[in-house]
């Protein structure tokens, strides 16, 4: 399976745009790309996935880069509920199943 | 949210002793996994159903069992349990394998 790096840790302050990198340069070009964040005492939520365009939705936006080896999470406007872990996860399209990383650890400093 | 409750939500039980989780959904979801949850090593995929009697072993498949007999319960067994399987047990829907849903989880203790 192809691999993602990511921070393990990124601070931000509170009602500020946060970018979430994510690194997956032996991407292949049938991987999906994911993201789920979660949340303290949770289970993990689905937050947003593409293909080759950027995509947004409700809860934020996913910017994929030309050549697909790098990825951005954006959440627009931070609350202190954003605080979670991110996974930035990939998933071949044939691929039943999705292979969880350590993610990326969101503070959000009020 | 998705409709999908795990019981029980916690369970402490002794070395060597059978015990089953259950995933239960009401979605109709086709397919259904069982991770795993350990400080220091994240979210790890045990089994997966991709339709009823159809499963497939995960990333830590070893010393756990599951069956899918309907569409709505998806069963993990731990034949013996060992100290090595205390952790955090998250079930997961989905239905076409794009997004996934997951229940609240179940904190086993095996002492």
């Known amino acids: 399976d192809a691999k993602t790096t990511q921070p393990n840790s990124m601070e931000s302050n509170e009602e500020e745009p946060v970018h979430l990198p994510c690194n997956h340069s032996?991407?292949?070009?049938?991987?999906?790309i994911h993201w789920y964040r979660q949340l303290p005492s949770q289970g993990p939520e689905y937050v947003i996935h593409?293909?080759?365009s950027n995509v947004n939705n409700r809860m934020a936006s996913l910017a994929i880069a030309e050549d697909r080896k790098s990825s951005t999470l954006i959440l627009h406007r931070a609350t202190l509920r954003d605080a979670a872990v991110y996974y930035c996860i990939l998933r071949e399209n044939r691929d039943d199943k999705i292979i969880f990383g350590k993610g990326t650890r969101l503070h959000i400093l009020p | 949210d998705a409709g999908i409750t795990q019981s029980p939500r916690h369970k402490v039980t002794e070395t060597g002793t059978p015990v089953t989780l259950r995933c239960h959904q009401t979605?109709?979801?086709?397919?259904m996994y069982w991770y795993r949850q350990d400080p220091g090593h994240g979210l790890r995929l045990i089994h997966y159903?991709?339709?009823?009697?159809?499963?497939d072993k995960g990333e830590v498949s070893d010393g756990y069992s599951v069956s899918r007999s309907k569409t709505e319960d998806f069963l993990l067994t731990l034949e013996s349990a060992t100290s090595s399987q205390t952790s955090v047990y998250f079930c997961?829907?989905?239905?076409?394998?794009?997004?996934?849903?997951f229940g609240p989880g179940t904190r086993l203790t095996v002492t």
């Open positions: 593409g293909l080759t």
């Open positions: 159903s991709y339709g009823v009697k159809d499963t």
């Open positions: 032996t991407i292949s070009g049938t991987d999906y």
């Open positions: 997961a829907i989905s239905h076409s394998s794009y997004e996934q849903y």
């Open positions: 979605e109709n979801h086709r397919y």
